[in-house]
């Protein structure tokens, strides 16, 4: 049977761990190629980097630590954040990523989805959905970390990433992202409902029940957490055993 | 010994080289290319794959002389050879992903999309799934049964001789996610991405 991911997501900023690891072990809390294998070794079922550089002109700095991370952790590695370009994918995926997420660029325009995904295979194309309510059973897609407005029904949007060859979605309720207070299960559920493809869903866990609810309510194939794992809260192993004691299926 | 693992720019193989590199430590040399007269020379072959099942084939066909070195490889000279996911999946007669396929015909099958039982099961079939493992197979000693493999594909390999089946993994139906026969060693997974116990199934390979 399938398992549910836990997919634990390093913030990185021109380099270093923004909401570094509290862990004792770590001989540098900013490092994120020593938190990623922390995370790996811990029985992490992904890992992903998502590069918050303002710059352009510090892609170099990320390239560099998927380059380290791949040659450390051998579970897969997904790279976000400012990929706006194919040269931008194939940089990445060369450096060792295994999957690449597109925000910004799939939302300017769905057919850079195709072209990558025709050019690197669907099983490499993740677009990341940015979501913030604004009526019952509405949600509209957001751009630059929830700041722009798009006028995009997120749904709709979902469904068109799909026919346009993205391989998953990762759903960011901009609502919750940070708050703690649980994913926006409502949302992970239309849009699980709605796409035939695997949805991460992100954006508020405080609690192990977050999890749960993500997957069981929400119909998520994989949760993403960043803060709950980074303080040292929870570790993912807990995570997991809170999950299989619920009757969740995840990789012991 | 040289293992060189096949890059017909098949798509993203970085993982695959850095895995092989890990678990070799120096002592065994891994190579990385596409020139026939390696490849020839070397002592066991790695033939990833990703993408579609017809652009991987397209890829193998444009490199002049290749598909001829890993038939002599594989089914005259029977020197071990891993195929992993549409590396397996080209063993096949023929492929049905984006247009009907002629595969490399080495194990008779076909690929086919697996049956999402009208969408009850989500596609790419993408994460962490148990294998059930049907046959002692060379790759899999000390692999205990029911070990977690990560996985990313749509379309399934049926091999029409049920007896190369060497695991096979339940999402939708009974997948066939390892086959080997002789000298042929295939898997769906990914091993270069199944952590520790992804790296002993390449460990197994190296030292065969």
Request: net charge positive; proline share 2%.
């Amino acid at each position: 049977m399938l398992k549910n991911r836990i997919i634990p997501c390093l913030d990185v900023k021109n380099g270093r761990v923004v909401k570094g690891i509290n862990f004792v072990e770590l001989k540098d809390a900013g490092d994120p190629v020593e938190q990623a294998k922390i995370y790996s070794d811990g029985g992490a079922d992904e890992i992903c980097f998502l590069d918050i550089t303002a710059s352009n002109e510090n892609r170099e700095t990320i390239i560099d630590i998927v380059r380290k991370t791949a040659k450390e952790c051998f579970v897969p590695l997904t790279v976000g954040g400012g990929v706006r370009t194919i040269q931008n994918i194939t940089d990445l995926l060369l450096a060792g990523a295994d999957k690449v997420s597109i925000n910004t660029a799939a939302v300017k325009d769905v057919s850079f989805v195709k072209e990558a995904s025709k050019k690197f295979g669907s099983q490499c194309i993740v677009v990341a959905i940015d979501a913030k309510k604004i009526s019952d059973n509405k949600w509209e897609v957001f751009t630059h970390g929830g700041r722009n407005k798009t006028g995009i029904d997120a749904v709709e949007f979902a469904k068109q990433v799909e026919t346009n060859g993205a391989g998953e979605i990762l759903l960011t309720s901009m609502d919750r992202d940070g708050t703690k207070s649980g994913y926006d299960v409502e949302l992970l559920k239309v849009i699980t409902d709605k796409t035939n493809i695997p949805v991460i869903a992100s954006g508020g866990v405080g609690t192990l029940d977050h999890f749960y609810d993500g997957i069981v309510k929400g119909g998520a194939s994989a949760v993403l957490a960043a803060s709950i794992f980074h303080y040292g809260e929870y570790k993912i192993k807990e995570a997991k055993e809170y999950l299989n004691s619920k009757n969740v299926s995840v990789r012991l | 010994m040289n293992v060189t693992i096949v890059d017909y720019q098949s798509g993203n193989i970085s993982s695959v080289i850095n895995s092989f590199k890990e678990v070799a430590k120096g002592k065994v040399n891994i190579e990385v290319t596409s020139d026939i007269k390696k490849i020839k020379s070397s002592d066991k072959i790695v033939l990833p794959g990703q993408g579609s099942f017809k652009s991987c084939v397209d890829s193998l066909n444009k490199i002049n002389g290749l598909k001829d070195t890993l038939n002599k490889f594989a089914i005259t000279d029977k020197k071990p050879l891993l195929g992993i996911c549409v590396g397996l999946q080209m063993f096949a007669d023929v492929g049905y992903e984006e247009a009907e396929t002629k595969g490399l015909g080495w194990i008779s099958g076909k690929v086919s999309k697996i049956n999402n039982q009208s969408g009850k099961f989500k596609l790419p079939h993408i994460g962490w799934n148990e294998i059930e493992i049907q046959k002692e197979s060379k790759i899999f000693k000390d692999i205990k049964n029911k070990s977690h493999m990560y996985f990313v594909h749509s379309y399934e390999f049926i091999p029409n001789d049920k007896s190369v089946i060497s695991a096979t993994t339940d999402y939708s139906s009974k997948i066939v996610c390892s086959v080997e026969r002789d000298n042929l060693f295939g898997t769906q997974f990914h091993p270069e991405k199944s952590d520790k116990v992804g790296l002993k199934i390449i460990d197994n390979f190296i030292k065969l």
